[in-house]
């Protein structure tokens, strides 16, 4: 009988962790995906392959000297990266940098940049969650 | 065993006093440059670049930067309004010609006080005193940019720069 009751509540127990305990990294990543379905009707989820791509992808849109997130980020998402004037940049992965991503407005402050950097552009609702579905993964 | 308590406190005071000295005697040198301490200011400013020391440059500088962040030499560094308000305060009044004035006497030399360089190095003493830095040095993969001054002044972020 006890045991019958232990599955379900174990389910009920760990909906009710993540609801009650979603973070700020959750919560962004929330209203990204509220803003993307609205955006793109055929929306299905953040994928971290695709925000991969987006990461590693040469963009020809920005500045010549950054066509890649990877051009100060570096090819490793756990290292540290560089900026163009020499400074160190903390590594991009959440499970290296913990503090990362926990200020949605330093989150879209460096969107802003760094997307209109690197691609030329605003980055849409769609690339920044999958970007940071992807580094949250790492 | 004796020991000799007396000259050894003695030799502990010489020591701390010296130490004293020579950190005044640096701190007031021509090479120290009081780093950002406003922590809005090192987040802004410090994250693409060194946060540079607001005794660097002429009030008339700060201001003029601060008026188009958004071409911040190329880059796109657009602040809230309120933000930009408190950067511009805090680099005018620490700035080579008002606060950080007993630092940058000599860096301002020669500078024609209607010029407004938005580059320290475009400042006619940066300029001589880096003079006998050959041009492959600073294409170096670790300089790459005038803007790098760690990569030479290994304590440039403490203020340091008599190296």
């Known amino acids: ?138 | 065993m004796n020991i000799p308590y007396r000259p050894l406190a003695l030799g502990l005071v010489a020591l701390a006093f010296s130490a004293v000295v020579l950190q005044r005697a640096q701190a007031g040198g021509d090479d120290y440059f009081p780093p950002v301490v406003d922590p809005l200011v090192k987040e802004e400013c410090g994250s693409c670049h060194i946060a540079f020391a607001p005794s660097m440059l002429p009030a008339r500088s700060w201001q003029r930067m601060m008026g188009n962040l958004k071409d911040h030499f190329g880059d796109d560094a657009s602040l809230d309004a309120d933000t930009a308000a408190r950067i511009s305060s805090y680099l005018v009044t620490n700035a080579a010609d008002t606060g950080g004035k007993r630092y940058s006497s000599k860096l301002l030399r020669g500078l024609a006080p209607n010029r407004a360089p938005l580059r320290i190095t475009e400042l006619p003493k940066w300029v001589s005193e880096h003079r006998e830095v050959p041009a492959w040095e600073w294409k170096h993969k670790d300089v790459r940019t005038k803007a790098n001054c760690v990569a030479c002044h290994a304590d440039a972020e403490r203020g340091f720069y008599e190296d």
């Open chain 1, 1 to 138: 009988m006890c045991r019958k009751l232990a599955i379900p509540l174990c389910i009920v127990a760990t909906i009710l962790s993540t609801s009650l305990f979603a973070g700020p990294r959750e919560d962004l990543l929330t209203q990204y995906a509220t803003a993307a379905k609205t955006e793109t009707p055929t929306f299905s989820g953040f994928s971290a392959a695709r925000g991969k791509t987006l990461h590693t992808h040469k963009f020809a849109g920005g500045k010549p000297d950054t066509p890649a997130c990877t051009a100060c980020h570096g090819e490793n998402p756990r290292g540290a990266g560089r900026t163009l004037t020499g400074k160190d940049i903390e590594a991009v992965a959440a499970s290296v940098t913990p503090k990362r991503y926990t200020d949605p407005a330093k989150v879209e402050k460096w969107f802003k940049r760094n997307c209109k950097e690197v691609l030329g552009r605003e980055c849409t609702v769609l690339e920044k969650g999958d970007w940071l579905s992807y580094m949250l993964s790492q």
